[in-house]
């Protein structure tokens, strides 16, 4: 499976704060099915540049890496692709340079919006990093804000738009919301899914947790329909 969502690079955010943590998140995904993972580090536009980040990101994956090589104990671990969770800002769509934030080679970028009712302009300028940036926007976690603001309808607005959807593992889990994520998966109102990992206390690798519960459900044959889905993304370019 892809996890499209984790906080596994070490000292980037609030997710991992070691390259112990984050081999051990990697063991984690990996014993979970895990076979690719994208990490999506906040990226907060109001804080820092998208360049320092970038180098940041780099000099995260240097860390991790050379941990990995001294640490590994033959376990395969899964394939690292960088990205971020973007958080929305005004003027997103015009901003050339977040474009290295895309998720790895897929042409997507995963764009976290505020916690707020969705309003229409930033839906609109969200969709016009299509054109724009030549990017295909992501919606992160939808699922949360479904939950936070109280409107399921929000799968459905995003269905109207040219903005694909992340959902997290959680969603599937969680005795509330389960019976609507099996609902979603169903009706295929979400492309992506992913941990949203940040690290091994309390919020671990859990999406093959989400694909068993998945399974349990029948649902199976939604759930490879989607898993296919992202392997194609990741070798269409
Ligand atoms: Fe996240």
């Known amino acids: 499976m892809i996890d499209f969502h984790s906080h596994i690079l070490p000292g980037m955010d609030d997710g991992s704060s070691s390259p112990e943590e984050s081999l051990a998140m990697l063991e984690m995904s990996a014993e979970q099915g895990v076979d690719h993972i994208f990490a999506t580090s906040h990226f907060y536009a109001d804080e820092e540049d998208p360049s320092s980040f970038l180098r940041r990101r780099e000099q995260a994956v240097e860390e991790l890496n050379a941990y990995l090589q001294e640490k590994k104990r033959g376990s395969i671990l899964p394939q690292i692709h960088l990205g971020a969770e973007v958080y929305y800002f005004p003027g997103i769509s015009d901003c050339e340079e977040i474009i290295p934030l895309a998720l790895g080679d897929t042409g997507m970028i995963l764009v976290e919006p505020p916690v707020m009712p969705f309003s229409t302009s930033m839906l609109d300028e969200i969709e016009e990093i299509n054109e724009k940036l030549r990017l295909v926007p992501v919606m992160a976690h939808l699922d949360r804000y479904c ?39 169903k009706r295929g109102m979400f492309q992506l899914i992913g941990s949203d990992c940040h690290n091994m206390t309390n919020r671990l690798p859990n999406i093959g947790l989400a694909a068993a519960k ?10 490879a329909f989607i898993s296919e889905n992202g392997y194609n993304v990741l070798t269409l370019r």
Request: aromatic share 8%.
């Open 147 to 185: 939950r936070m603001l109280r409107d399921d309808s929000l799968f459905a607005r995003m269905a109207q738009r040219r903005i694909l959807v992340q959902v997290n593992a959680s969603f599937f889990l969680h005795q509330d919301s389960a019976p609507f994520a099996m609902e979603m998966l």
């Open 214 to 223: 998945i399974r349990e459900n029948n649902l199976q044959k939604s759930l």
